[in-house]
């Protein structure tokens, strides 16, 4: 089993930055791939960003360049660094980490208004 915890969203200015954590526990050693989703109401979830074992990245086709997908190996921590942030960027952030099974946080929300 392994435990998922997105943290770091919150109210954001426009133009303000976010850094979202996600912490694996449990059993982390079969981890392959850790991902970000992002959901808004009336839409489907939608993939941000994802990171593999290896450090390979994907972007979604609509957030390509705008965010930036790291991790840190020695504290089964995955991050999304997003700059200069619109309204667009509001939502539901989830993150889900893959192993032979898929595991997803509860996720953050995150509101970017004045």
């Known amino acids: 089993q392994v435990q998922v915890v997105e943290s770091g969203g919150g109210l954001v200015q426009p133009g303000g930055s976010l850094r979202l954590s996600c912490v694996a526990s449990?059993?982390?050693?079969?981890?392959?791939?850790i991902s970000w989703y992002r959901q808004v109401p009336g839409k489907e979830r939608e993939l941000v960003a994802r990171?593999?074992?290896?450090?390979?990245?994907k972007y979604g086709d609509s957030v390509k360049g705008r965010f930036s997908v790291s991790k840190d190996n020695a504290e089964n921590t995955a991050y999304l660094q997003r700059n200069s942030l619109e309204s667009e960027d509001s939502g539901i952030y989830y993150c889900?980490?893959?192993?032979?099974?898929?595991?997803w946080g509860r996720g953050t929300l995150v509101t970017v208004s004045p």
């Open positions: 449990g059993s982390t050693s079969g981890v392959n791939v």
């Open positions: 889900k980490v893959i192993t032979w099974r898929d595991y």
């Open positions: 990171i593999t074992a290896d450090g390979d990245t």
